[in-house]
């Protein structure tokens, strides 16, 4: 055979192959025919109809070989729809490993970012704090001395009180979610 005819045969197989895939793969997606039967060996007239025309369309094709029987198409259809079946199983089970990936690998990553940041600003709340108690301890000394400067005083110990109440609550609000499960 020569490589024009060898060629030609098959992209023709080629072809055909496509076609009774693409066939199988809807017969497998379309709705099961058998539930909807007329009685008459369990198969409706459409489907009757278009095995025996496809049994009366000749035992050949264009080029003139043998077409397989329909036996064996229909051992391809269910083939290819449990081909599909198990496709969607995948599918699903893909969807689920990815979810519960997730939530193994970015839970505690989520958790324990949160965590950090609340020991940073803790920490750059602590360092407001400290800057108010020196502020405090100068205008202390100050205010013994005799200095009528109540007001700063008074500023600096709200300012002291209030960023370490926010550097001690976010210790302890980072503790709580470190221990979280």
Not at 31 to 54: H, I, L, Q, Y
Not at 151 to 163: K, N
Request: aromatic fraction near 8%; hydrophobic fraction near 45%; include cysteine.
């Amino acid at each position: 055979m020569d490589r024009v005819r060898f060629g030609r045969a098959l992209g023709i197989g080629a072809r055909q192959a496509v076609k009774t895939l693409v066939t199988a793969v809807d017969a497998a997606t379309a709705e099961n025919p058998s539930a909807k039967s007329t009685g008459r060996g369990g198969t409706t007239g459409s489907a009757r109809v278009g095995a025996d025309s496809a049994r009366t369309a000749g035992a050949q094709d264009r080029t003139g070989a043998a077409t397989a029987p329909p036996r064996a198409a229909e051992t391809a259809v269910k083939a290819a729809a449990r081909t599909v079946l198990q496709a969607r199983e995948a599918r699903k089970g893909i969807g689920r490993g990815t979810r519960r990936f997730g939530e193994a690998v970015w839970g505690p990553f989520v958790r324990l970012s949160g965590v950090l940041w609340l020991e940073v600003s803790g920490v750059l709340f602590g360092l407001f704090a400290l800057g108010a108690l020196g502020y405090l301890w100068k205008l202390r000394g100050a205010w013994h001395a005799g200095a009528d400067d109540a007001r700063s005083l008074l500023g600096a110990a709200v300012m002291f009180a209030l960023f370490g109440y926010f550097c001690v609550s976010n210790f302890v609000r980072a503790r709580r979610r470190e221990r979280r499960q």
